[in-house]
């Protein structure tokens, strides 16, 4: 199986300046030769004694129809290379891709330009949720002068909880948080969330689970049972449209409760509990884990669905 390595994002992002870059590091500068496949023609080049001194072999694919796993295994067959970059077009719809059966996707990487990140994402989200979603990596740029970055990092999490995300201006690494920018009292007792309340809680403890273990939280939820789930756990949470009405997921955390087999999955219910840091096999690691103290049976909110795009709900 041959390692590939996608970095997508819109035309001018900053993805041939990331390829340059990561093919003349040492560490990248393995034996065998690299093949280099560029989906589309912006402002920056790779210059010809770059790709001579790391052994990388450049093609050109400029039309999505000509994408296709033959045309790939021709290259293959071509250079029979070592390992595989691919400069995917942002334009094209990520989740049309196919890769042939030997090429494993090692890494996908998505590069934002921070400064016209609100233009996509207002008028082309499905498009760029599909560059997001699967994402292990994405690269803000160009965030000099934008003070609001910790709502860019809110939307991307709202796709993809699990990419790392990270930020850069010209001087480089920027940290953001979003300390100050929950809605909610970190201090209250118990911590109460209304509709958006939930789903900024939801990821914020997916990355900072220090700062709620031992808290209690106060929430309206829906219930989910997961047949994997032992005895005496289930899931209060939310639906949240990550990106369009047909793009939902289901945010929760794992909850024990001692009377779960009295409630009926879909059921809405009110939930006090303490927050738990310890080891979920279904999280392949640490994570939040609710302590019920009262689990009761209510009505559904106002706003069942959770929108990351409006924090009134």
């Not at 719809?93 to 996707?105: A, E, H, Q, S």
């Not at 994402?121 to 994402?135: D, G």
């Not at 929950?182 to 109460?192: A, G, K, R, T, Y």
């Not at 024990?256 to 006090?272: G, I, N, P």
Request: hydrophobic content about 35%.
């Amino acid at each position: 199986m041959k390692p590939v390595y996608i970095i997508n994002g819109f035309l001018d992002s900053g993805k041939t300046d990331f390829f340059r870059y990561t093919i003349n590091q040492p560490y990248f500068r393995t034996r065998g030769k690299t093949l280099l496949i560029v989906c589309e023609e912006g402002e920056n080049e790779y210059e010809e004694a770059l790709l001579k001194s790391t052994n990388t072999v450049i093609e050109m694919i400029e039309d999505e129809e000509d994408f296709t796993p033959d045309a790939l295994i021709a290259l293959d067959a071509k250079y029979n290379p070592e390992r595989i970059l691919i400069e995917y077009n942002g334009m094209w719809n990520f989740k049309n891709m196919r890769l042939p059966i030997m090429w494993k996707l090692e890494q996908q990487i998505t590069v934002i330009d921070a400064s016209s990140f609100e233009l996509y994402f207002s008028n082309m989200k499905s498009l760029l949720a599909e560059q997001l979603r699967n994402s292990d990596l994405i690269l803000f740029n160009r965030c000099d002068g934008i003070e609001d970055l910790a709502s860019y990092k809110r939307n991307v999490k709202a796709i993809n909880q699990k990419a790392d995300i990270i930020f850069e201006d010209r001087n480089g690494e920027v940290d953001v948080t979003l300390d100050e920018d929950l809605p909610f009292d970190l201090n209250s007792d118990p911590i109460e969330l209304n509709n958006y309340g939930y789903g900024m809680f939801y990821l914020d403890g997916l990355e900072h689970v220090d700062r709620y273990d031992g808290k209690n939280v106060k929430f309206k939820g829906m219930v989910l049972i997961p047949p994997e789930f032992p005895k005496g756990r289930f899931v209060p949470g939310r639906m949240a449209m990550t990106c369009c009405a047909e793009d939902m997921q289901f945010l929760g955390f794992a909850c024990d409760y001692d009377k779960t087999d009295e409630l009926q999955e879909k059921d809405w219910v009110l939930v006090t509990a303490k927050v738990v840091k310890e080891f979920v096999p279904e999280y392949n690691g640490e994570g939040p884990v609710l302590k019920a103290i009262s689990v009761e049976k209510t009505t559904a909110p106002e706003y069942p669905v959770i929108d990351f795009s409006n924090p009134q709900q």
